[in-house]
């Protein structure tokens, strides 16, 4: 497995994803047949977000300090409307996110602000969705 493969820009994903692709579609119809819901999420690595965020990790590991393609979550998106199964793509989320820093700058675990941008994406997803009964 190549590490930098999410981070190029000129990447067919279909042909990438197309194992994880038909374990999902596994995972949907077992699930179906059970009755119980599923859904998609995604977020994003801090060199994906901007090019403040995971500042010190990044270098250390070799990145650019650039803001790195998003167009896994594109693909991501594409599969799972054609697929029927619901996705959050938290993306835009830490991309709009006023908190900074939301990863930390050696290792790129979320921050507490990162942790609360993931939690409030997540929740407005599953109400959204009716994935959660409302109280």
Same mark, same amino acid.
């Given at each position: 497995?190549?590490?930098?493969?999410? =981070?190029?820009? $000129?990447?067919?994903? *279909?042909?990438?994803? !197309?194992?994880?692709?038909?374990?999902?579609?596994?995972?949907?119809?077992?699930? +179906?047949? *059970? @009755?119980?819901? %599923?859904?998609?999420?995604? &977020?994003?690595? @801090?060199?994906?977000?901007? !090019?403040?965020?995971?500042?010190? @990790?990044?270098? /250390?590991?070799?990145?650019? !300090? +650039?803001?790195?393609?998003?167009?896994?979550?594109?693909?991501?998106?594409? %599969?799972?409307?054609?697929? @029927?199964? #619901? %996705?959050? $793509? =938290?993306?835009?989320? %830490?991309?709009?996110?006023?908190?900074?820093?939301? &990863?930390?700058?050696?290792?790129?675990?979320?921050? #507490?602000?990162? $942790?609360?941008?993931?939690?409030?994406?997540?929740? $407005?997803?599953?109400?959204?969705?009716?994935?959660?009964? /409302?109280?």
């Amino acid at each position: 497995y190549d590490r930098d493969l999410p =981070m190029r820009e $000129n990447v067919d994903w *279909k042909k990438h994803f !197309e194992n994880s692709a038909q374990n999902l579609l596994r995972i949907q119809a077992l699930l +179906k047949e *059970k @009755g119980i819901a %599923f859904a998609v999420t995604a &977020y994003p690595y @801090g060199n994906v977000v901007n !090019e403040r965020e995971w500042k010190i @990790g990044r270098k /250390l590991r070799g990145f650019d !300090e +650039k803001t790195y393609t998003s167009k896994l979550f594109d693909y991501l998106q594409e %599969f799972c409307d054609q697929a @029927g199964i #619901p %996705f959050l $793509n =938290m993306l835009p989320d %830490f991309q709009s996110a006023q908190d900074f820093p939301l &990863y930390h700058p050696y290792d790129g675990h979320f921050t #507490p602000a990162g $942790n609360k941008v993931a939690a409030q994406a997540l929740e $407005n997803f599953l109400v959204k969705q009716k994935l959660v009964p /409302l109280h």
